[in-house]
């Protein structure tokens, strides 16, 4: 069975940093593209980021891009998202998805069941 | 064009049928992918690429494409069926994707 657990998120103060992590496992995870998709409060999906099953390549939304950082360790079957400089509008759950199929890219598959982020002071 | 519209909301008698719409440039080029979410949980995928359902998803759902709209049918639609579905593709640049502003659904 396909688990994907979101970890590290909490209440930051603008400007602040986290790093968030998603524990995968049920599937071979090198195999898979996989992305970070948020949720603000009430308000619908927002695209943030994905990376290829080796890592290679990496995408961003614009809203995010340059502050934004994703990653992965194959070896430890964990995606990371590195947040910097964090503004009240990044406010949102964060999910983890697992492509569809190893032949897909940008199609979430699979979800986490998030990790809040809150941005206030 | 970067965007995809959706109706906000649309409903249907219990039993009967539902399409839900999905708008933008960018399905010209690119299969959309549809999502559904209840309150308080993650989304589920239900269609992706030309029409395929992921492994325990009702057959009730299917999805098409003309031009540069997309479609989520649900034939003989079910209390549980009661949602917010999102679309998603890649957008015109094919680096990034971007989610529709979601449909909500309401079963009569």
């Known amino acids: 069975e396909v688990q994907l657990v979101e970890s590290g998120g909490g209440l930051v103060q603008p400007g602040g940093s986290l790093r968030l992590s998603c524990a995968a496992s049920g599937f071979t995870f090198s195999s898979y593209a996989m992305s970070w998709v948020r949720q603000a409060p009430g308000k619908g999906l927002e695209w943030v980021s994905a990376i290829s099953g080796s890592g290679g390549s990496t995408y961003y939304a614009d809203s995010v891009k340059g502050r934004f950082s994703i990653s992965r360790d194959n070896s430890k079957n964990t995606l990371y998202l590195q947040v910097n400089s964090l503004r009240a509008e990044d406010t949102a759950i964060y999910y983890c998805?697992?492509?569809?199929?190893?032949?897909?890219?940008?199609?979430?598959?699979?979800w986490g069941q998030g990790t809040l982020v809150t941005v206030s002071s | 064009s970067s965007e995809l519209t959706q109706d906000p909301a649309v409903s249907v008698a219990l039993g009967q049928t539902v399409r839900i719409t999905c708008q933008g440039d960018s399905l010209r080029g690119y299969y959309a992918s549809w999502y559904q979410q209840k309150p308080g949980q993650a989304p589920v995928l239900v269609i992706y690429g030309k029409n395929n359902r992921p492994s325990g998803i009702p057959d009730r759902f299917s999805g098409s494409s003309s031009g540069n709209t997309a479609s989520l049918t649900i034939t003989g639609a079910q209390a549980e069926d009661e949602a917010d579905y999102y679309c998603n593709s890649r957008d015109s640049s094919g680096n990034h994707l971007v989610f529709g502003g979601g449909t909500k659904l309401t079963v009569l």
């Open positions: 998805a697992k492509d569809a199929t190893t032949v897909t890219f940008f199609v979430p598959g699979n």
